[in-house]
């Protein structure tokens, strides 16, 4: 008769996810009415989650272009976008929350903002265009937070890797009529259907980014009206004119003159 040995090191569901750590990570500060708060603190948890995994597949997506391989950005770049859908139905959950239970908690917060998310100033830094000035007024970044925004400003955005990308396929990229005309080119042409296709994903994107972050200016305005942002913002109305905002607007012009 054998005797079965059983590994005592092999990993559980719970020790895999280390959700010992995980479900001890919300800890509400107001008052101990409902589930409110702790329903904030996840969202903005999760949100911080799918944020850490578009930054490694938009990074992805980024040395694949340099790289000159189109198809494997553009794959990278599509689950970009169901991350990007994740995190539009993340974000509707907080509509479940009354303006009055929110304000209840709101005092809690202190100076905190949504806006103090280093890693969503990382994905709009690498996403493009990234400039010093758009972040050099962010005094509450911690000393890694600021190092790695200032990595991403001397890194290759994901506008300036498609460019690579169509330069690679011989076309001039140097003006804005250049690029028009590589775009015109790549539309048209059979064989330079995966660099179209890859302009098709910067443009998921970009549309999805812009969506959620027109989504969240509705939560805000559904929670808290036109009042101030906690972190000192004009609220609703600076995320408004954020929302207008869009990554790559010569795709976006190209429609009005292809």
Do not use: K, N
């Not at 991350?83 to 005092?107: H, K, N, V, Y």
């Not at 506008?159 to 028009?180: I, K, N, Q, S």
């Not at 004009?234 to 010569?250: C, I, K, M, W």
């Amino acid at each position: 008769m054998t005797t079965r040995l059983i590994a005592t090191d092999t990993p559980t569901y719970a020790g895999y996810l280390r959700l010992d750590l995980l479900l001890a990570l919300q800890s509400p500060l107001g008052p101990p009415a409902g589930t409110d708060e702790h329903l904030f603190i996840a969202v903005h948890q999760v949100h911080e989650l799918w944020f850490q995994l578009l930054l490694r597949d938009l990074t992805a997506a980024r040395d694949r272009m340099l790289a000159g391989e189109p198809r494997a950005a553009r794959l990278a770049l599509q689950r970009c976008r169901e991350i990007e859908r994740a995190l539009m139905g993340t974000i509707e959950l907080l509509d479940t929350m009354s303006p009055q239970a929110f304000l209840g908690f709101r005092p809690a917060l202190g100076t905190a903002s949504g806006a103090q998310s280093a890693q969503f100033h990382e994905v709009e830094l690498l996403s493009g265009p990234a400039s010093p000035e758009r972040v050099a007024h962010l005094d509450w970044l911690t000393r890694a937070e600021r190092g790695r925004l200032d990595q991403r400003l001397l890194e290759p955005t994901l506008w300036d890797a498609f460019l690579t990308a169509l330069a690679l396929g011989g076309h001039p990229v140097m003006t804005a009529d250049e690029r028009r005309a590589a775009l015109a080119a790549v539309q048209a042409d059979p064989a330079g259907q995966e660099l179209a296709e890859l302009a098709e994903a910067l443009v998921d994107h970009d549309q999805a980014w812009s969506l959620w972050r027109a989504r969240h200016v509705l939560v805000v305005e559904r929670q808290i009206g036109r009042r101030p942002g906690t972190g000192g913002s004009s609220g609703a109305d600076h995320l408004a004119a954020r929302a207008r905002a869009r990554f790559y607007p010569e795709l976006w012009e190209f429609r009005s003159t292809s």
